[in-house]
């Protein structure tokens, strides 16, 4: 059953390139921008990531942290952080089962839709945008902070 914006947002523990596990717990009391991206150095997703990690100031002025997951795996999330210069969690959902809970899972391809979450500071989804195709980004930082300012 996919998350849906007023419920409790799905748990999770994945590792991540910051060499450690991440939970949703790990953040209780902050708000969290959860993105899902299809894949690593791929071309839209070489845009979104970047430009949400570039405006990590302005995140953390709406006391929230952004997290990005896909099914890349650790490895490959240092390498592209390296290479674009993005400064925020990249989390691996190796089996989907993450982007699945939250109802972006596409299992015929083995990628996540491109989809944006909003977990309040109570652990609630209060904000949720999925993209109609993979390779749509529709949802720049400047809205999605508008979005923050809202909570």
């Known amino acids: 059953m996919a998350a849906k914006v007023g419920e409790k947002a799905p748990e999770f523990s994945l590792k991540s390139n910051l060499d450690k596990e991440i939970s949703l ?6 708000n969290i921008v959860l993105v899902f991206y299809p894949l690593d150095f791929s071309p839209v997703c070489s845009i979104q990531l970047p430009e949400y990690s570039n405006r990590k100031v ?16 650790v490895y490959t999330h240092k390498a592209w952080a390296t290479e674009y210069g993005i400064d925020i969690p990249l989390l691996a959902d190796m089996n989907g089962a993450t982007a699945d809970a939250y109802g972006v ?22 904000f949720a945008h999925i ?16 979005e923050l300012a809202k909570l």
């Open 25 to 30: 717990a790990d953040y209780t009391g902050k």
């Open 58 to 73: 302005d995140f953390e002025k709406n006391d929230a942290v952004v997290l990005g997951v896909n099914r890349d795996s």
């Open 105 to 126: 899972y596409l299992d015929a391809a083995g990628i996540s839709k491109r989809a944006v979450f909003i977990i309040n500071k109570d652990g609630v989804l209060s």
């Open 131 to 146: 993209e109609d195709s993979p390779g749509d980004f529709t949802l720049p930082a400047d809205k999605l902070i508008e």
